[in-house]
Nanobody, 115 residues
Framework: QVHLVESGGGLVQPGGSLRLSCQFSGSIYNLYGMGWYRQAPGKERELVAYASNRGTFRYGDSVKGRVSISRDEAKEMVHLQMNSLKPEDTATYYC?????????WGAGTLVTVSS
């Protein structure tokens, strides 16, 4: 059973940066695509960034150019570097691991962008 634990959320001022991390455990990491999604109150969950296990990447339109996802295969982690944060980036950020019909989610970490 895959287990995902996010860390790094918190309060940041507009224009600031934050780095989220997700620790993977419970299966073979390099079989899974890893992604970050977010959900703001009253809104649907949306893709922030995705890194496949084959070296391809995908970013949500609302964050393109401001975020970067990276995989650490040795530590079985995935990171999300977020820059130039805006109040509208405020949301709970969830780590996701997927492979075939398998789909796992972390509990989420809250990011609040506010002055």
């Amino acid at each position: 059973q895959v287990h995902l634990v996010e860390s790094g959320g918190g309060l940041v001022q507009p224009g600031g940066s934050l780095r989220l991390s997700c620790q993977f455990s419970g299966s073979i990491y390099n079989l899974y695509g890893m992604g970050w999604y977010r959900q703001a109150p009253g809104k649907e969950r949306e893709l922030v960034a995705y890194a496949s296990n084959r070296g391809t990447f995908r970013y949500g339109d609302s964050v393109k150019g401001r975020v970067s996802i990276s995989r650490d295969e040795a530590k079985e982690m995935v990171h999300l570097q977020m820059n130039s944060l805006k109040p509208e980036d405020t949301a709970t950020y969830y780590c996701n691991a997927g492979a075939g019909h398998e789909d796992y989610w972390g509990a989420g970490t809250l990011v609040t962008v506010s002055s």
